[in-house]
């Protein structure tokens, strides 16, 4: 491990951290001159309430506004009532905590003492009216209740922020009178008095130490007792049931996937460790390396994120969470640049880049504070060596990569996720370097009713349900792994998604295609409308048929959808494409006797949902069904049906590509 330069040497040393320090000084600026800075004395809600209900996009945001009565949807919506605006205060009171750090940043950077003043102003207000927010009467009965906030979740990530931003201008050698100490003083023990109060609780009460809220907590007391000088209460806190090192142990599986399943809380935990391991480094103390009883650590939750990461580097949006969102992608950057200075894990600079590229281009003040170097600030990408396949067994996630082959995919197979989990099991996601082409669509901000009638549903996932009804809560399990230098092979198994109901998913990835072959069978006695979704990220380039008329919506969880056409088959097949930037993905199904493949609108994703998206609806109806689906980059593969649970592949003009490939109960997938 290595250790990161200070920030004014960093300054010396790469020209991208002088950019960033004038971009940073810009912020400030533009902030102070709007008059911008001055803290509310009303405490925050819920951000989660902070998106139209009418398009269920989130509200923007905009950080030179003293206050708001008014909300703003991207659509041009004007929303306005007490939720939102408490919603609108915790961007608020977060934001002003970031901008006491940057300028901590840059007055420890340059020097210039009004930084150093606009940051002390800010840390001393809050802490002076700290003890005026009550504790919040209008947070959510299953909330843990802060002070500043509803939750005290919030709480503790604001406070994290905050107490950084007082311990670098420290570091940077600012005092603090004793006027200004004393606030600061008494905002430090109220805060870990909540704190200490609300990990009892949690830990002790509810018997739920495993609970990302825990590490959070655990982060705001290490801020806490960092600051205050504390080593024998931090190591206590270390130690300690529901500490940093027993939280490591349980709320992350051997695979390093924090336990949820959800790539967004995976990142949270990840970031609430690093401040943690942080302020231990303050007292001598090493959490960098430290291990979980089963071998998890920060370095394999950074390197399982590298490995889960798109060919651009961008995050998959597994279980809760967004696909893109400002404040998510700093914290990216944030761990991503940790990951790269202290492990040096060269895989986590595509993920950096990403996460500034969403940020718009510039330089952050991630990079100001925990980068090392020029790597993940350096637009150009680096050289990476190929990442190979890899089983998340204790998870149930699967990433499939083979050499040559432009396309990949990622599977989930596991645990349901508690709260935070989708009905979702054996869903499939195909990657390929331009483009991630049927992402998991991600999930909207709680306070949106799509939540749980759209995102969190099995139909909005590309796997398959019965009848328009959601998979119930289950685990999936994989059968059969294996990885060669030419290929990889999952079979993989759902046998609680529906009572009396078997899916089996086979996935087979060579150098030329990726075979996709979803057989699906119920018990004797039982039949169903079997409903294979696909959601491509791009508009399908395919002949559709329409000429009989308007077809009637489909009614999935209670909810219309207009389907748009039926494609087509000739020789038994349908045939599509995907314009992927300066590459076409073609997508061949086989379509057998009393199958019905539609083109279905539905909601968009995450991001915007009222902009439709096109979905595959292959369906049939009956005890069994077999859907078979192959695609692959640059040109066309064909399928054949050859009749005793056998298929025909070829590639026009590659011999070597074709293969006749037999279904077994027993075996899975057989070449013959």
């Known amino acids: 491990m290595s250790t990161m330069p200070a920030i004014g040497e960093k300054r010396a040393r790469f020209a991208w951290a002088n950019d960033a320090v004038e971009h940073l000084k810009q912020e400030i600026d533009k902030l102070r001159d709007a008059g911008s800075l001055s803290i509310p004395q009303q405490p925050g809600g819920w951000w989660h309430q902070y998106v139209c209900p009418h398009h269920h996009t989130e509200l923007m945001f905009d950080h030179l506004e003293v206050d708001a009565s008014e909300f703003h949807c991207p659509h041009g919506c004007r929303i306005e009532g007490e939720a939102y605006h408490g919603a609108w205060l915790v961007f608020k009171h977060q934001s002003l905590a970031r901008i006491a750090l940057q300028n901590a940043a840059v007055y420890a950077a340059v020097k210039d003492e009004t930084y150093a003043q606009l940051g002390k102003r800010l840390i001393v207000e809050y802490a002076a009216q700290f003890p005026q927010y009550p504790v919040h009467p209008e947070a959510q009965s299953w909330m843990l209740k802060g002070r500043a906030f509803h939750q005290a979740l919030t709480e503790a990530i604001w406070s994290t922020t905050l107490i950084r931003a007082y311990l670098l201008l420290r570091d940077a050698g600012v005092t603090f009178n004793s006027e200004e100490q004393k606030a600061v003083d008494v905002f430090l023990k109220l805060l870990a008095g909540s704190m200490e109060e609300y990990r009892h609780i949690l830990i002790h009460e509810r018997k739920n130490a495993e609970n990302n809220y825990t590490a959070w907590l655990n982060a705001s007391l290490s801020c806490v007792y960092a600051a205050r000088g504390e080593r ?52 001598g103390i090493d959490l960098y390396a430290c291990e979980g009883t089963a071998g998890q650590s920060i370095r394999g939750m950074l390197t399982a994120l590298a490995e889960l990461a798109d060919e651009r580097g961008a995050l998959p949006a597994l279980h809760d969470g967004p696909l893109a969102r400002e404040p998510y992608a700093r914290e990216i950057a944030e761990i991503a640049e940790q990951g790269l200075a202290i492990y040096g894990i060269a895989g986590l600079a595509p993920v950096a880049r990403e996460a500034y590229r969403q940020l718009g281009g510039a330089h952050q003040l991630e990079a100001l504070l925990y980068g090392a170097g020029g790597t993940a600030a350096d637009p150009t990408p680096a050289a990476l060596m190929p990442r190979g396949a890899r089983l998340f067994a204790d998870t149930g996630f699967v990433v499939g990569r083979v050499p040559g082959n432009p396309l990949s ?210 369906r049939r109806s009956g005890r069994k069904a077999d859907f078979i689906h192959i695609y692959r980059a640059g040109g066309p593969a064909h399928l054949n049906w050859l009749g005793g649970n056998e298929i025909g592949i070829s590639v026009p003009g590659l011999p070597a590509g074709s293969a006749r490939i037999q279904l077994s109960q027993e075996q899975g997938l057989l070449f013959i």
Request: charged share 20%; proline share 6%; net charge negative.
């Open 232 to 283: 024998a209460a931090l190591e206590t806190l270390i130690e300690g049931e529901g500490g940093f090192k027993h939280h490591l142990s349980i709320g992350v599986k051997p695979d390093q996937m924090e336990f949820e399943g959800s790539t967004y809380y995976h990142v949270f935990v990840l970031r609430a460790y690093l401040i943690a391991a942080e302020m231990a480094q303050r007292f």
């Open 409 to 618: 995919f990622l599977a989930d197979f596991g645990e349901h996720g508690g709260s935070h989990g989708h009905y979702d099991k054996l869903h499939l996601t195909l990657m390929h370097p331009e483009l991630t082409l049927t992402p998991d669509q991600g999930m909207v901000p709680y306070g949106s009713t799509l939540r749980k009638t759209w995102f969190a549903e099995t139909a909005s996932h590309n796997t398959v349900s019965l009848s328009g009804r959601s998979q119930a809560p289950h685990a999936g399990r994989c059968v059969h792994y294996e990885e060669t230098d030419s290929q990889v092979y999952v079979w993989l198994q759902s046998t609680e998604a529906y009572e009396g109901c078997t899916f089996d998913r086979h996935l087979l990835l060579n150098g030329e295609w990726l075979l996709d072959w979803f057989h699906v069978e119920l018990e004797e006695g039982r039949e169903a409308c079997i409903e294979w979704w696909m959601h491509p990220a791009v508009e399908p380039r395919a002949e559709l048929r329409t000429e009989l008329g308007p077809m009637p919506p489909l009614l999935i969880l209670e909810r219309e959808l207009p389907v748009i056409g039926s494609l087509p088959s000739s020789d038994g097949s349908a045939h599509l494409s995907y314009s992927l930037g300066k590459d076409e993905v073609f997508h061949t199904a086989l379509v057998l006797p009393g199958d019905e493949l539609l083109a279905v609108q539905t909601p968009g994703d995450s991001i915007d949902p009222s902009e439709p998206l096109t979905a595959l609806l292959h």
